[in-house]
């Protein structure tokens, strides 16, 4: 029995009742037996936020609760009930609150009055082992649905702020990879001057995939009669030693050659492209003898015959 | 003489992208016609097939788990199937966005619409969904970007090779300009 800060002992006091009383109260008219307490978080929007309500301290959650509405009246209740129990629950240190409430959904199901003593006295066990911070509560952030968010000092702890926070840490986060992602980003301050650059880039990358895409076309319309003036037999044997004899002599049938095996190869020399994964200094052997090598960069793109 | 060359990473979304668009540029090549000066029109039909091809493609090889990817591969089936759904789609989609403005988005930038038409099926989405999908839209618009240029360069060497033949000691320089 350590002795605590009247701080913790009183909100932890509340707190880990709260929790499977809470929990016993919705069991009931649910009647639901098993299940992970992931399905309950889901149904009731309500636990949730008396959960985040619990992290802090318990005076203020219940004077808030009261001025709520028909839910808030529930929890009242569950709160007034509570604070019965909590002047026998003295000593828990707030590090195994996140155990104890654990323990608590879990012993839920079977949903007796005992069980409320069971997980105390596990509580009065835990609180020998640690006597931890009350910042270290929010650090075994369990897999669920719910985010456990702690109020600092003058910070509003009712659960719509609650959870409006921890929306806003939520998109501060995201919007701190965006800036990794966009080039230049790292730099700008402000939520909207960040959404501005981001949304330049995007709309430049699509700029940059129609303008590609527009000379992939024009390309491709040089490319067409050559392909079309020839069978298919001999597109299917692209041979480079033949283009590369041929070269020097007759100009405008390689012309129609090279593309029909450029056409054929491009898979693999493609594929190559990315093996050697150079997105800018790419160097592609076309084939051996004609040894054509490409520096793509990321506006031009050199190429050495 | 070319030897096949096995992609490092069979499974990434690059690779499944490059080999997907370049099977529909092969398509598309052999589905044109034989005109040989093509008019304006037939111009920009392809140029305009090729970039879908291009965003269908891409929209493919990322799958079906991200909500942009089903956004735009929802967009190219409806345009091209059916016209008629796709006006009423459209009228629909109107009254929908306008029906399910985010009710909660305290930051009231306009940014944030713009956010909303730039990535496809941002409307009526969460904004922190919004910003997740805007992340992984990014970097696949890159990929894109860069793949077409090295497929773009591919075929455009093709044609250099066979232009230019031999006697072409130095580098080519093939600028990809993309004006802003």
């Known amino acids: ?305 | 003489m070319t030897t096949q060359i096995i992609p490092s990473n069979p499974d990434s979304i690059k690779t499944r992208f490059t080999y997907s668009f370049v099977r529909a540029l092969k398509k598309l090549n052999k589905s044109r016609g034989a005109s040989v000066s093509p008019s304006m029109k037939e111009t920009y039909r392809r140029y305009h097939m090729i970039r879908v091809a291009s965003y269908a493609s891409m929209a493919s090889a990322v799958g079906s788990k991200r909500a942009w990817s089903r956004a735009v591969l929802w967009k190219i089936r409806n345009r091209t199937s059916h016209r008629a759904l796709k006006k009423k789609s459209r009228i629909h989609a109107l009254t929908r966005t306008k029906v399910r403005e985010n009710p909660r988005s305290d930051l009231n930038f306009h940014q944030e619409n713009d956010l909303r038409k730039l990535v496809p099926g941002g409307e009526g989405m969460d904004f922190c969904r919004l910003l997740n999908e805007t992340a992984h839209y990014i970097k696949c618009l890159r990929t894109q970007a860069t793949t077409i240029v090295v497929v773009w360069a591919v075929v455009v060497v093709g044609v250099i090779v066979g232009r230019i033949g031999d006697g072409c000691g130095g580098w080519v320089e093939m600028s990809v300009t993309c004006d802003k």
């Open chain 1, 1 to 305: 029995m350590d002795p605590p800060l009247t701080n913790e002992a009183s909100f932890t006091a509340g707190f880990n009742p709260a929790s499977y009383s809470l929990v016993e109260l919705l069991s009931f008219p649910m009647g639901s037996g098993g299940g992970g307490l992931g399905l309950r978080m889901g149904s009731f929007g309500g636990t949730g936020e008396v959960f985040r309500v619990g992290d802090a301290s318990v005076e203020e959650s219940t004077v808030t609760d009261q001025s709520g509405g028909g839910v808030g009246k529930r929890r009242m209740d569950i709160g007034n009930f509570h604070e019965d129990e909590s002047s026998k629950l003295v000593s828990t240190s707030s590090a195994n609150s996140d155990l104890n409430e654990r323990n608590g959904k879990r012993m839920k199901p079977s949903g007796s009055i005992d069980e409320n003593g069971g997980s105390k006295t596990e509580a009065e066990a835990n609180s020998g082992t640690s006597n931890k911070g009350a910042e270290e509560k929010s650090k075994p952030e369990p897999p669920k649905d719910y985010i456990h968010v702690r109020a600092r000092r003058g910070q509003a702890t009712d659960s719509h702020s609650l959870a409006e926070r921890a929306r806003r840490e939520k998109i501060s986060e995201r919007m701190k990879i965006l800036q990794d992602l966009v080039p230049g980003c790292n730099k700008v301050i402000g939520k909207a001057l960040v959404l501005d650059e981001i949304i330049n880039y995007i709309q430049s990358l699509q700029r940059q995939v129609e303008f590609l895409s527009m000379k992939l076309e024009a390309v491709n319309t040089r490319l067409n009669p050559t392909i079309e003036g020839f069978p298919s037999k001999e597109l299917a044997a692209p041979s480079f030693d033949a283009t590369g004899m041929i070269f020097g002599l007759q100009a405008p049938r390689e012309y129609t050659q090279g593309p029909q095996v450029e056409w054929l190869d491009m898979q693999i020399i493609v594929a190559s492209v990315y093996k050697r994964s150079l997105e800018f200094g790419v160097s592609i052997d076309l084939s051996v003898d004609l040894n054509v090598s490409f520096l793509v960069g990321p506006n031009r793109i050199y190429c050495t015959l």
